[in-house]
């Protein structure tokens, strides 16, 4: 069977990864969490390890089970903006089209307003360094 990579990341890295990582977060043992998905818990150390990839059905059993979907499962770390973009979809995903419309153009709006400040601090540091190089 071909290895797939994301990112540089074999598939079943990031699998394994995430799923300790939300067993732990939860507070399970690698044994209750084979309880909730009717596996035993010799069955949940191998995919925690990345020796053994679940079946399609398992996954979406233990996706379940740590109250998340199987898209966040296969994802990579939340070490970047990444996590935030993460977060943000999560906290979205129940609103209408139009209360998502709204917050997006809020965020856009915020973040068009502090790009425009941080553009003026620079202009201002460099008008009162005195340096008449750094005026234009």
Not at 27 to 46: I, N, R, Y
Not at 83 to 110: A, P
């Amino acid at each position: 069977m071909k290895r797939t990579k994301h990112n540089g990341t074999l598939l079943s890295e990031l699998l394994s990864r995430n799923i300790s990582k939300r067993r732990k977060e939860l507070g399970l043992t690698q044994a209750e969490l084979g309880q909730l998905v009717q596996l035993e818990s010799e069955s949940v150390a191998p995919f925690e390890r990345g020796i053994h990839l679940p079946p399609l059905k398992t996954l979406e059993k233990l996706s379940i089970a740590l109250k998340t979907n199987v898209v966040d499962l296969l994802d990579p770390p939340d070490d970047s903006i990444d996590g935030d973009i993460k977060t943000f979809r999560r906290s979205i995903v129940h609103l209408s089209d139009h209360e998502r419309e709204l917050i997006l153009n809020v965020i856009v709006t915020m973040s068009t307003y502090f790009q425009r400040e941080a553009k003026r601090r620079v202009s201002q540091s460099k008008a009162l360094s005195g340096d008449p190089e750094n005026l234009f």
